[in-house]
Structures are given as C-alpha cells and as structure tokens.
C-alpha cells in the first residue's frame, strides 16, 4: 500500500493570507525549531510528520493570536 505524499494546497495556506502573515513571520514566531522548508511544504500539500505538523500549528496560532485545530490547517489530519 503506497500512501499518498503530494495532496495538493491546504488550508493553511489560505489561513497565512487571512492573517496576512509570510512563511518567514511563522519560522519567526516559533518558539520550536522549524524552518521555511517545512512550512513551504505543509502549504503544498506534501504529507507532514505528526510532530512538524504541531509545529506549525503551534507557530501559526502564535503568529496570528488565534487557536486553530490541526483539521483547519490540514485536509489530512485526524
């Protein structure tokens, strides 16, 4: 059974543009280590890790004062 990698535009990169925040202001707020590689690949749509994807949620929710669920940010997440 192959898994699915490359699941197309998510709705975090949707939520970046309401915030009006960049890749860079999410790496900036973050107070775990991500880089600009990992959040260009989450807003893609390739299939994250667990723990990069709470990475993320946690940066955004601290970048845009807001308290998102991994399911708005992710089609894929559970």
């Not at 280590?33 to 690949?41: D, L, N, P, Y």
Request: hydrophobic share 40%.
């Amino acid at each position: 059974m192959d898994i699915e990698r490359d699941l197309g535009p998510q709705p975090l990169g949707d939520l970046l543009i309401t915030h009006e925040l960049t890749k860079h202001d999410l790496v900036a707020a973050s107070t775990e280590q991500i880089t600009h590689k990992m959040v260009s690949r989450a807003v893609r749509g390739r299939r994250l890790t667990p723990r990069v994807m709470v990475k993320i949620q946690n940066a955004l929710n601290q970048a845009a004062g807001t308290d998102y669920g991994l399911s708005a940010l992710f089609t894929y997440a559970r």
